[in-house]
């Protein structure tokens, strides 16, 4: 790194001599702290030879010290502006940068990566999470930054209130943690609340077409999450064999049932 961009008086007088501003439309916020950093990597488990993807790198803070890892990283990142400047502050990166919205990107680009690392701004938090989990590629783990509220509301069991359909698919695939707080001065410009690190992993993918039918099962369930299973989940034509094969009754609601549930009811489906 040419320039020390991990202390905010450097981060600030680097944006302000290239006339640069976070874009709010983005939900742009650079976690700017390098120890802040090393709790995601520490999170994710990062090893040498690790191919990594991350989503929104921004100025490269994380992704600096992920190739110092030893890992290989592809990042996708929206703003040109900042990608433009990596050659200045990383000449020796060997990261592969794509100027993409990752939600536009072609799966088969990234699928010979292992492990995923993201920022997430809040208003696409459901949107990424949901495409990384029907792609089809066997991740290892997925470990997110976001609002701490949020964060925790998706490692919520069944039985509370917040606990929803991608609770469910998300616990399904593994582990669901929030291992380390992240304090908003860490961030520039400050955002109004803490953020949270998520990870879920190490991940057990079922078989594809199971995984596939869980996943209707589940979307279909919750989106009538006050309603009986037999209820919500009469556009599948679901029959009592199945929810008896799968030991749930028809009148359960969704809110209720253990994560795994819905993956023996799509095996029996």
Not at 55 to 78: K, M, N, R
Not at 232 to 251: C, D, G, R, V
Request: charged letters at 20%; glycine letters at 4%.
């Amino acid at each position: 790194m040419t320039v020390d961009l991990y202390h905010l008086a450097n981060l600030k007088a680097f944006l302000e001599e290239h006339g640069l501003e976070a874009k709010h439309s983005l939900g742009q916020n650079f976690l700017f702290h390098e120890r802040e950093c090393q709790k995601i990597i520490q999170a994710a488990d990062i090893k040498p030879k690790d191919k990594v993807l991350e989503i929104g790198p921004g100025l490269g803070h994380l992704t600096h010290l992920i190739e110092e890892t030893g890992a290989e990283v592809t990042a996708y990142e929206i703003d040109q502006r900042l990608t433009s400047l990596w050659p200045e502050l990383y000449p020796d990166t060997k990261t592969e940068i794509r100027n993409q919205d990752f939600l536009q990107a072609d799966p088969k680009d990234y699928s010979s990566c292992t492990k995923v690392v993201a920022n997430l701004p809040y208003y696409i938090v459901k949107e990424i999470i949901t495409k990384l989990i029907s792609t089809n590629i066997p991740f290892r783990s997925l470990t997110f930054t976001l609002q701490k509220e949020e964060a925790l509301r998706l490692a919520q069991k069944p039985g509370d209130p917040r606990y929803g359909a991608l609770n469910a698919m998300l616990q399904i695939l593994g582990p669901v943690q929030t291992p380390a707080t992240i304090k908003k001065d860490n961030f520039y410009p400050r955002p109004h609340v803490d953020s949270a690190i998520l990870k879920i992993g190490p991940i057990t993918w079922p078989e594809i077409n199971i995984w596939s039918n869980t996943q209707q099962i589940i979307k279909t369930a919750f989106s009538q999450r006050r309603k009986q299973l037999q209820t919500s989940l009469k556009p599948l034509n679901i029959s009592q064999e199945a929810f008896a094969q799968a030991n749930i009754s028809p009148t359960a609601r969704p809110e209720s049932l253990d994560p795994r549930s819905f993956l023996l009811l799509a095996q029996s489906f």
